[in-house]
């Protein structure tokens, strides 16, 4: 029996802090394609996984239907209920995801599922993460906007990837 030769492609898999990414392309002007995205890094490796960390507000059917056409096109979408922070008067300060550690914690059981990380995502509460899978052996490519990327993720990531550079490839087309 031949065997077929081995791929050459490294395993890929993408973490994408939503948030991070929306205020990101928000400054830069223009949106994601998210189904582009995918595409992109579908073909820098062999694909093993696509997760999107989210907020959400339940009542929201627009927000609801965006997260259901990301499942269809291949992303796995985790949410959790956004977290509003009312001071004394009752009046709404913060809305929290919180997302950090439950994104950190997939990636580290994941680990044995990829050979490179792409982390979209600026937020400097990563490094560790980073620093952890470059410990072992896991090439990491961090994707954000300049202004929205932590010098920290810069320093300690195999690569940093500013969305700018990749724009004609990833940007949503206006109708």
């Given at each position: 029996?031949?065997?077929?030769?081995?791929?050459?492609?490294?395993?890929?898999?993408?973490?994408?802090?939503?948030?991070?990414?929306?205020?990101?392309?928000?400054?830069?002007?223009?949106?994601?394609?998210?189904?582009?995205?995918?595409d992109y890094w579908k073909r820098k490796g062999r694909f093993t996984g696509a997760y999107f960390y989210t907020a959400v507000i339940?009542?929201?059917?627009?927000?609801?239907?965006?997260?259901?056409?990301?499942?269809?096109?291949?992303?796995?979408?985790?949410?959790?209920?956004?977290?509003?922070?009312?001071?004394?008067?009752?009046?709404?300060?913060?809305?929290?995801?919180?997302?950090?550690?439950?994104?950190?914690?997939?990636?580290?059981?994941?680990?044995?599922?990829?050979?490179?990380?792409?982390?979209?995502?600026?937020?400097?509460?990563?490094?560790?993460?980073?620093?952890?899978?470059?410990?072992?052996?896991?090439?990491?490519?961090?994707?954000?906007?300049?202004?929205?990327?932590?010098?920290?993720?810069?320093?300690?990531?195999?690569?940093?990837?500013?969305?700018?550079?990749?724009?004609?490839?990833?940007?949503?087309?206006?109708?």
């Amino acid at each position: 029996m031949i065997k077929a030769p081995p791929t050459s492609k490294k395993r890929v898999a993408i973490f994408i802090d939503a948030a991070n990414i929306f205020y990101s392309t928000q400054t830069l002007g223009w949106k994601l394609d998210y189904q582009k995205f995918l595409d992109y890094w579908k073909r820098k490796g062999r694909f093993t996984g696509a997760y999107f960390y989210t907020a959400v507000i339940s009542t929201r059917t627009k927000q609801l239907k965006f997260y259901k056409a990301l499942e269809k096109i291949g992303y796995e979408v985790i949410t959790k209920e956004l977290k509003v922070i009312r001071d004394r008067r009752n009046k709404i300060t913060v809305h929290k995801g919180n997302f950090d550690v439950k994104l950190a914690m997939d990636v580290v059981l994941k680990a044995k599922k990829f050979d490179i990380a792409v982390l979209a995502s600026g937020d400097s509460d990563f490094e560790p993460l980073v620093k952890y899978l470059r410990d072992i052996q896991k090439k990491v490519i961090v994707v954000s906007s300049r202004g929205h990327i932590s010098r920290e993720l810069i320093k300690c990531a195999n690569q940093y990837l500013p969305l700018e550079r990749i724009r004609d490839e990833v940007k949503k087309d206006i109708l």
